[in-house]
Nanobody
Framework: QVQLVESGGGLVQPGGSLRLSCAAS????????MGWYRQAPGKQRELVAE???????NYADSVKGRFTISRDNAKNTVYLQMNSLKPEDTAVYYC???????????????WGQGTQVTVSS
């Protein structure tokens, strides 16, 4: 069983900052990729930032220069530092991980429960 538990969402004023955390627990052979998606009301879920299977980072154009993804491999945790937040960043943010649990098959996608981020004055 794999669980992704997010924390750190909340209400913040425009221009403010928040830091999201996502901790993975369970058993696996490897974590292939890990990152953050978001879904605003009436919109499709979109990639925000991720660590790819090759170890590089990938950001949505809308958050480049404002958001930073980082990780602590010892804690199986990925973070999203969000600065200069805008009202359009308001969404439910989901942690996602592609995790390989067996040597005999590829990785599966797992999702956290989501954490609400609201940017409003």
């Amino acid at each position: 069983q794999v669980q992704l538990v997010e924390s750190g969402g909340g209400l913040v004023q425009p221009g403010g900052s928040l830091r999201l955390s996502c901790a993975a627990s369970g058993s696996w052979v490897s974590i292939n990729a890990m990152g953050w998606y978001r879904q605003a009301p009436g919109k499709q879920r979109e990639l925000v930032a991720e660590f790819t299977s090759g170890g590089s980072t990938n950001y949505a154009d809308s958050v480049k220069g404002r958001f930073t993804i980082s990780r602590d491999n010892a804690k199986n945790t990925v973070y999203l530092q969000m600065n200069s937040l805008k009202p359009e960043d308001t969404a439910v943010y989901y942690c996602n991980a592609n995790i390989r649990r067996s040597y005999y098959r590829g990785g599966d996608n797992y999702w956290g429960q989501g954490t609400q981020v609201t940017v409003s004055s």
